[in-house]
């Protein structure tokens, strides 16, 4: 590749978490499918904060969690999001940049909100999401950082976009620009019901731009309205470069037109809380990709960054994940 | 004791905690005695902010945090505190009452910003904590609700008042208020530097008004300008009728006139941050203090909110301390 001053640029919601703990009856209450995000209005937002026991903030946000894990690897992330500048967009700034991530987006000065997500932790460690878009919604066209995308190796994207029509259209200006600059896009499909509210533009994302592509089970399935895993697997047939593709506990695979590479799940300590894994799986995956690592090193990067993320409550890792690779030899 | 609403009134600070992460180092830097609580202004409070690392924000506040303990084991807590109608003061407002504590005391509309804490958490898992008052310095005699104080067993005060004047004397006002209600006045001595501050005043606040006295070894040892733990409990002399020390890792001493009881620490797991270890040492002990145990079973109930609270980040109970206490055959 191009020599290039940031390793991978993430597009994505600048996103405060409001983290709780809920038991399954709350969720029922709720009508919240387990596991998923749901988008809420202000007062939605307000009325579950009224609702949930007391709560922990911290700096969230899907691809900002995976700059924040690139980031913590001793890579150079760069991050495009929108927040106002209130109290939780200065901790969002704060957190972001205090971790080593490039990110200079302008802040409103007026209108909606700094984007918050309520997220219910249940004992089975699982989490539920309910997002307050706010000021994170207006992420538009002039916010695309044309210098950012042509100097970074890899645009990554978030799937939860494509429920914005605006910011979707800018983001298919971003990977436009970087496919001209002959860089790679990676996207995540972020989540199994966005997948299916999003099925054919993602499916036409997916062959026209996408080198990298991120996803869960369900959300690859869904994608390609596969009866299993293998048909979909099947139904990938060198659409992208690589699928990076994870099973929770059962651990990863990586397929190729031509390979398919399965590695375990590797998790680090008690699971709390699995906010963020899918996040920091992109991150390690793609900090091994942007240097030089073969696809088993990536999806055991991936696995570790993952496997730290679940044991303590919040989606940025707590440790040095530079530190963790080395500990497990890499 | 005479039946009331409450179990236990506090009267503190309301703070949102910024927990991070920082070395021996940085700490230097910035000239702070590690494990102790520094008094800063705005722009100190800001400064510090920019140059610590990633954040998780969480409610806070000493009385405030044992308040919380003590809901969780089941107990009738209420808090007196002040805050801003800003969204740190909306998240503490949120917190304490999610938990199960009676607060209703009126927020600030203009005027100094609810009070935080920037808390720094070394490897070695001790705490060091710079707080920024704002409008929780505003706690004044109006604040005193006497109806409230009258309704509760125990009124709960921390030293960390006597740095306010103005809020000090509003502190002595209720203290009066529960003594002719026929109430207890237990008091936390918050700080060895607190303590050697307001020395006098505060021997004389133990002397005129207090019952049960909280205070780790160093705390109780400058209080009595003793030169050693000994000598500091031979000081007290009946001067209260239950004095709870705390040792760290060496567990805690209950002593009144007559006896001397000592118990073990109970730590739940790996010591991550020993924040709020007093905090809910007290919780425990006045949960069982309020609720007619002897004093060995309010000092085990003690250490085992104290043990749960080091588990982990923050300065609250994650887990019910009621399962807890349960789990351990209380």
Redesign the interface.
């Given at each position: 590749m191009t020599e290039a001053r940031f390793d991978v640029v993430g597009i994505g919601n600048a996103i405060v978490d409001i983290l709780?703990?809920a038991d399954d009856v709350f969720l029922s209450k709720h009508d919240a499918p387990k596991g998923t995000m749901i988008w809420v209005d202000e007062n939605q937002s307000e009325a579950m904060?009224?609702d949930?026991?007391?709560?922990?903030?911290?700096?969230g946000g899907s691809a900002a969690n995976t700059m924040?894990g690139i980031a913590s690897f001793g890579g150079k992330p760069a991050f495009i999001g929108k927040i106002k500048d209130?109290?939780?967009g200065k901790?969002f700034a704060?957190?972001?940049r205090?971790?080593g991530v490039h990110f200079v987006s302008q802040a409103l000065t007026e209108g909606l909100a700094t984007a918050r997500c309520i997220i219910l932790v249940t004992p089975d460690a699982q989490r539920t999401m309910f997002t307050y878009l706010g000021a994170s919604g207006s992420l538009h066209a002039d916010d695309m950082d044309d210098d950012l995308i042509t100097d970074s190796q890899i645009l990554y994207i978030e799937g939860y976009q494509w429920d914005l029509p605006e910011t979707k259209k800018a983001i298919i200006s971003a990977c436009e620009t970087a496919a001209n600059a002959g860089r790679k896009v990676a996207l995540t499909l972020s989540d199994p019901f966005v997948v299916e509210r999003h099925r054919n533009d993602l499916f036409e994302l997916v062959n026209r731009y996408v080198d990298i592509v991120f996803a869960n089970e369900l959300e690859i399935t869904t994608l390609f309205s596969a009866n299993s895993f293998d048909e979909a697997i099947e139904a990938l047939d060198g659409r992208v470069d690589i699928a990076a593709l994870t099973r929770g506990a059962d651990g990863a695979v990586t397929v190729t037109k031509d390979t398919l590479v399965q590695t375990p799940a590797l998790p680090q300590g008690k699971i709390i809380d699995t906010t963020g894994a899918g996040d920091l799986y992109a991150a390690g995956f793609l900090y091994g990709y942007t240097h030089g690592e073969d696809l088993k090193t990536c999806a055991t990067l991936g696995a570790l960054a993952a496997g730290e993320v679940i044991s303590?409550?919040?989606a940025?890792p707590?440790i040095s994940l530079k530190d963790l690779a080395i500990k497990f030899g890499h």
């Open positions: 709780a703990q904060y009224n949930v026991g007391p709560a922990v903030e911290a700096s924040a209130d109290q939780l901790t704060h957190d972001i205090a971790v303590h409550m919040g940025r707590e």
